[in-house]
């Protein structure tokens, strides 16, 4: 415990030393360059003081104008650029058809919807050809 105690001691003593070294040598070099020692400082003109003033005054405006700008960005919004997609909706998907029966019994309802589906789709069918070119005759002219 002593010992601890000599050492924390030592070390407070060799920073002292240090502190003592460093102001002995900055006045040496003081008194050397015959520096006036002035502990006052120089009074301030009044165009200086209205000077810092203004400086003053700016500096609180730019920090309001930055807190200001620091909600208005926190509450709008970010720019996304490029293609606009409209916010989406969850749309479910369509109920299944029933299935018809693949065993051998079938409702008389079922059998009759099957009829009126495929009567309609026959007659639905047109004979005329999707698409129709013209016959060009002058091949060999």
Not at 29 to 46: A, G, H, M, Q, Y
Not at 92 to 114: A, D, E, K, Q, Y
Request: glycine residues 2%.
């Amino acid at each position: 415990m002593q010992s601890i105690f000599m050492i924390v001691q030592a070390q407070k003593r060799i920073e002292r030393n240090i502190i003592h070294r460093k102001n002995s040598r900055l006045s040496a070099f003081d008194n050397i360059r015959n520096l006036p020692k002035c502990e006052v400082p120089d009074p301030v003109s009044e165009s200086q003081k209205e000077v810092e003033h203004k400086r003053m005054q700016l500096e609180k405006w730019k920090e309001e104008k930055g807190e200001k700008r620091k909600k208005l960005l926190h509450n709008e919004k970010l720019f996304v650029a490029g293609i606009v997609h409209p916010p989406l909706k969850y749309v479910p998907p369509p109920l299944p058809r029933p299935m018809p029966s693949t065993s051998g019994r079938v409702s008389h309802s079922i059998r009759s919807n099957c009829q009126i589906t495929q009567k309609n789709s026959k007659c639905s069918k047109s004979t005329k050809p999707l698409h129709s070119f013209k016959m060009q005759n002058n091949l060999h002219s």
